[in-house]
T-cell receptor
Framework: DQQVKQNSPSLSVQEGRISILNCDYT??????FLWYKKYPAEGPTFLIS?????DKNEDGRFTVFLNKSAKHLSLHIVPSQPGDSAVYFCAATSTGGATNKLIFGTGTLLAVQP | DAGVTQSPTHLIKTRGQQVTLRCSPK?????VSWYQQALGQGPQFIFQYYEEEERQRGNFPDRFSGHQFPNYSSELNVNALLLGDSALYLC?????????????FGSGTQLSVL
């Protein structure tokens, strides 16, 4: 049962353009969402997060949008840079639940072409 | 300031064997979580340790066990290895009950079961 889905295994974007990575979830109890970036041979690193009480959170070139009714979130990277090339994981959790753990999606490999 | 360190980085075992993976948390952290990342999948939560006790557990069989030591370091043990246990095992550390953004991952141990 895949509660967090990233349906695009890969995405290729030109440098300077916008990258949009998508994530869908099925569990309506999820109320906190995070994006992680992972380079090869390194662990995931936190990128940006959003609470379900918001529909947008922005941090520099990175913006996360949350559509609760559609159970969908997206990460926008503008402008994209070659150093952004990595695997991006969406993760979700239920902060009020008895088991407070992160559920990850399968990841999207972003390639930013110079 | 050393981050989360894991050893070994790579390991090859055969079916039926037992394996122990080790993790030293980031300095100042007291909570350790373990994740399994199979090829093409996102990290899956195995369990979390705090104050030398298992606090939460994901959907993994009893073959997976762990330990936390007084210095906060941790071990993950897997008995009776199966081919399907081949994966990247990630350790993450944090302070107990701190925001998810403060969760730091190690680079992982790549386990291959032949």
């Amino acid at each position: 049962d895949q509660q967090v889905k990233q349906n695009s295994p890969s995405l290729s974007v030109q440098e300077g353009r916008i990258s949009i990575l998508n994530c869908d979830y099925t569990n309506s109890m999820f109320d906190y969402f995070l994006w992680y970036k992972k380079y090869p041979a390194e662990g995931p690193t936190f990128l940006i997060s959003i609470s379900s009480i918001k529909d947008k959170n922005e941090d520099g070139r990175f913006t996360v949008f949350l559509n609760k009714s559609a159970k969908h979130l997206s990460l926008h990277i503008v402008p994209s840079q070659p150093g952004d090339s990595a695997v991006y994981f969406c993760a979700a959790t239920s902060t009020g639940g008895a088991t407070n753990k992160l559920i990850f999606g399968t990841g999207t490999l972003l390639a930013v072409q110079p | 300031d050393a981050g989360v360190t894991q050893s070994p980085t790579h390991l090859i075992k055969t079916r039926g064997q037992q394996v122990t993976l080790r993790c030293s948390p980031k300095s100042g952290h007291d909570t350790v979580s373990w994740y399994q990342q199979a090829l093409g999948q996102g990290p899956q939560f195995i369990f979390q340790y705090y104050e030398e006790e298992e606090r939460q557990r994901g959907n993994f069989p009893d073959r997976f066990s762990g330990h936390q030591f007084p210095n906060y370091s941790s071990e993950l043990n897997v008995n009776a290895l199966l081919l399907g246990d081949s994966a990247l095992y990630l350790c993450a550390s944090s302070l107990w009950n701190t925001p998810w953004e403060k969760l730091f991952f190690g680079s992982g141990t790549q386990l291959s079961v032949l």
